[in-house]
């Protein structure tokens, strides 16, 4: 069946970095727009950033943009999040999601937590 | 803060009908998706496009726009139907998505 997997999440200092990673099966990753998306603790969703199926094309929400990397590795059916000098306001969990066409989120991983405290 | 708004709260009788809006200037260019998110899990897709509906996804469930509002609407509310609801489109931009607050349906 389709299934993404999140995994990498975790505690980190203010300052850190943690790189998330998201496992694809059930579909043909390499012909789909992928998408990182967070929800703080209690609070709502927030798009982070996409990559297009081939990794040419990327965008970053402006809270992430110059901290986060999104990359993607279609022979091994995965999605990263390199997330470098974290802040305190980053801590959400992290789901990825396969995009259709319109920024349209079909399926869900079932997210993996990052705290970002001292 | 949020591109799309939609109101923090909605209650429904069981059975009846409810609809859940959500505005923003980029609704009026671009149609919006809604997703259902239970407590504890990740957010399921209900209603994408003009009025469209994924596999699993009951027919009570539907959509529509109007100018800057998009609308979900619930016909014949079911107890399994309270859940938090996010609208989501594209920025002004067209690059980025945006999601609304979210609304918290409660069924009574």
Redesign the interface.
């Known amino acids: 069946q389709v299934q993404l997997v999140e995994s990498g999440g975790g505690l980190v200092k203010p300052g850190g970095s943690l790189r998330l990673s998201c496992a694809a099966s059930g579909f043909t990753f390499s012909d789909y727009y992928m998408?990182w998306?967070r929800q703080a603790p209690g609070k709502?969703?927030?798009?982070v950033s996409?990559i297009s199926s081939s990794g040419s094309t990327i965008?970053y929400?402006d809270s992430v943009k110059g901290r986060f990397t999104i990359s993607r590795d279609n022979a091994k059916n995965s999605l990263y999040l390199q997330m470098n000098s974290l802040r305190a306001e980053d801590t959400a969990v992290y789901?990825c999601a396969r995009q259709?066409v319109?920024?349209?989120?079909?399926i869900?991983?079932?997210?993996t937590m990052v705290t970002v405290s001292s | 803060s949020s591109e799309l708004t939609q109101d923090p709260a909605v209650s429904v009788a069981l059975g009846q009908t409810v609809r859940i809006t959500c505005q923003g200037d980029s609704l009026r260019s671009y149609y919006a998706s809604w997703y259902q998110q239970k407590p504890g899990q990740a957010p399921v897709l209900v209603i994408y496009g003009k009025n469209n509906r994924p596999s699993g996804i009951p027919d009570r469930f539907s959509g529509s726009s109007s100018g800057n509002t998009a609308s979900l609407t619930i016909t014949g509310a079911q107890a399994e139907d309270e859940a938090d609801y996010y609208c989501n489109s594209r920025d002004s931009s067209g690059n980025h998505a945006v999601f609304g607050g979210g609304t918290q349906l409660t069924v009574l």
Not at chain 1, 44 to 47: A, F, M, R
């Open positions: 998408s998306i709502g969703l927030e798009w996409y965008y929400a789901y259709e319109g920024l349209v989120f079909d869900w991983g079932q997210g």
